[in-house]
């Protein structure tokens, strides 16, 4: 019998407020909840042999220190650093740290919202960006993941 493939991890960041999800501005962010988010993300990973992990904070060190442990312990990194994404150069800075693929999701448009919310200090240390298709942007994000991580490894 051959040896089982060992799953390749992802961490799942998300910022402050984003535990509000569900009741905060539901017209902007929608009713499903961070717990619900997570949960599918989980599930979705299992079926890809990918142990998805997830981690909310309104606290930028708390995101920071996270990020930093992806260093030597992710596959991947989904991100949605929520209003850190228009202030933070620590996250930023932090993820440049990091030699794994990393997405950033936002569930709205920030690029059809308020002109402060336009510029993402992420975007130039991320892969690639999600915006604007609610929940869906995390699945979307971790289907990319699994693509760019078979792809380092040949598989």
């Known amino acids: 019998m051959?040896?089982?493939?060992?799953?390749?991890?992802?961490?799942?960041l998300h910022g402050p407020n984003?535990?509000?999800?569900?009741?905060?501005?539901?017209?902007?962010?929608?009713?499903e909840t961070l717990e619900a988010i997570d949960t599918d993300l989980q599930q979705r990973g299992a079926n890809m042999a990918i142990a998805v992990s997830c981690f909310q904070s309104n606290h930028e060190g708390d995101l920071v220190e996270k990020i930093q442990d992806c260093a030597d312990g992710c596959d991947g990194l989904i991100i949605n650093p929520a209003a850190f994404t228009h202030t933070s150069i620590a996250i930023r800075d932090a993820l440049l740290l990091l030699a794994?693929?990393?997405?950033?999701?936002?569930?709205?448009?920030?690029?059809?919202?308020?002109?402060?919310?336009?510029?993402?200090?992420i975007a130039g240390a991320a892969t690639g960006q999600i915006t604007g298709l609610g929940p869906?942007?995390?699945?979307?994000?971790?289907?990319?993941?699994a693509g760019l991580m078979n792809k380092k490894t040949g598989t």
């Open 2 to 12: 051959a040896p089982m493939a060992e799953h390749k991890k992802v961490q799942v």
């Open 18 to 31: 984003l535990n509000m999800l569900g009741k905060r501005e539901p017209a902007i962010y929608g009713m």
């Open 100 to 121: 794994i693929p990393v997405i950033e999701v936002h569930l709205s448009n920030i690029y059809k919202r308020e002109a402060f919310r336009h510029h993402s200090m």
């Open 136 to 145: 869906m942007g995390y699945r979307l994000a971790l289907d990319a993941l």
